[in-house]
């Protein structure tokens, strides 16, 4: 049989998807039967004297080549051999990505919001589901389409971080071999995130952690923790999942052995008016049992929240405690390698971009100019305030 000759069943292997044979428009002939198998793809058209050519490519590398008159015809048949050989959904492939995620060791959370954020994009519906279509009907301009219509109704954050999430699985999807090319790839972020979360004003700080240490002073665990997220600047999640193993040479240091990253891996010194509330939770209880009992970062909210209402302070997400805790560090004069470590960040540029406020580094510069400035000038006396009284 030659290259370009009809493939029959005879010679077709195994089928994972078969089409009716096409007749053609323009010459009146019969296109021949494109087969898929499992793992095959199909490239092309590409002209070749005066037909078109499709060139089908198994998974062992073999090649098969299948020629039409016109383009429009090798185009057809290539999308409905696609169709015929990848029936999943959007949703399908959605399910699909997220328990890859699950077998990698993705927390159960990360995949629960990942699974909201990918419904939110591709118009899934979380309470009254549908499929989405086909997969291979996500074209760029589908995929455009979907992600325009999120950014009328969601925050920029937001959408951006679907966006993020929808890139990523467009490219799974890839080199899984379900679609050719990723169509999200190209699709530009629109918006400009926000620079961190809201943050407390030092003086609102100092309120907050003196009314943390009163109710810790009565037994207050929740108290505890947001106590313990401030000064040591930890996630949420890594404040509610620490044992009393990971509290270690009587409470002055804190482990974080298990973490997303290398860098989120770490060990932390506690400040010396923690450690007694730390020694005092772990005491009597087994290594493996948790220093705030079994709870998720939801009650870390709720009661870093409970707190700033009892100071008297605006209230503010247990997150931004992080973004509190990386600014007073660095308005102190701490160095960006030490401040990204312990927050558990691989590079400074991360805790500056999302997490100090802006404007932070720029003070600490210019408090050293005029430092360097007031260092060479004579003292002079304080200011008269009230020239008429001198």
């Known amino acids: 049989m030659s290259e370009d000759e009809p493939i029959s069943a005879a010679h077709a292997p195994a089928t994972h998807g078969m089409l009716a044979p096409h007749e053609s428009e323009s010459v009146g002939e019969r296109n021949p039967d494109v087969r898929l198998s499992e793992g095959e793809r199909v490239h092309g058209p590409y002209e070749h004297g005066n037909r078109w050519r499709l060139v089908i490519q198994g998974a062992d590398g073999k090649q098969r080549k299948v020629s039409f008159a016109t383009r429009d015809q090798a185009l057809r048949i290539k999308r409905q051999a696609d169709e015929a050989a990848n029936p999943r959904t959007i949703d399908e492939a959605v399910s699909a990505f997220l328990e890859h995620l699950r077998a990698r060791g ?216 992080r973004g509190l805790h990386s600014t007073l560090a660095t308005e102190h004069g701490a160095t960006g390698h030490v401040v990204a470590s312990a927050l558990g960040h691989a590079s400074y540029h991360t805790t500056r971009q999302h997490y100090v406020q802006p404007g932070t580094v720029e003070r600490v510069a210019q408090r050293r100019v005029q430092s360097l400035i007031e260092d060479g000038l004579e003292p002079a006396g304080l200011p008269v305030e009230n020239p008429e009284a001198a």
């Open 106 to 321: 993705v927390k159960a959370a990360t995949v629960k919001t990942h699974w909201y954020r990918l419904r939110a994009f591709f118009a899934l519906g979380t309470i009254e589901s549908n499929s989405g279509g086909r997969l291979v009907t996500l074209t760029p301009e589908r995929a455009q389409a979907f992600y325009e219509a999120l950014t009328r109704s969601t925050a920029v954050d937001t959408h951006r971080n679907c966006l993020t999430l929808a890139k990523a699985f467009g490219q799974w999807c890839v080199k899984r071999g379900w679609l050719r090319t990723n169509p999200l790839a190209e699709i530009e972020p629109l918006g400009r995130r926000r620079r961190g979360k809201e943050q407390l004003r030092v003086d609102e700080a100092r309120r907050f952690i003196a009314t943390c240490r009163t109710h810790a002073n009565k037994g207050d665990v929740g108290a505890i923790a947001a106590m313990t997220q401030l000064l040591l600047g930890m996630r949420s999640a890594e404040v509610v999942e620490r044992v009393v193993r990971d509290l270690d040479d009587g409470g002055r240091l804190l482990w974080i052995p298990r973490a997303k990253t290398d860098a989120g891996r770490r060990t932390l010194e506690v400040p010396e008016m923690l450690r007694p509330y730390l020694r005092k939770l772990a005491r009597g209880r087994q290594p493996g049992d948790r220093l705030f009992t079994e709870h998720d970062r939801h009650w870390q909210l709720y009661h870093v929240r409970r707190m700033c209402r009892l100071a008297g302070v605006p209230e503010i997400t247990a997150h931004s405690l």
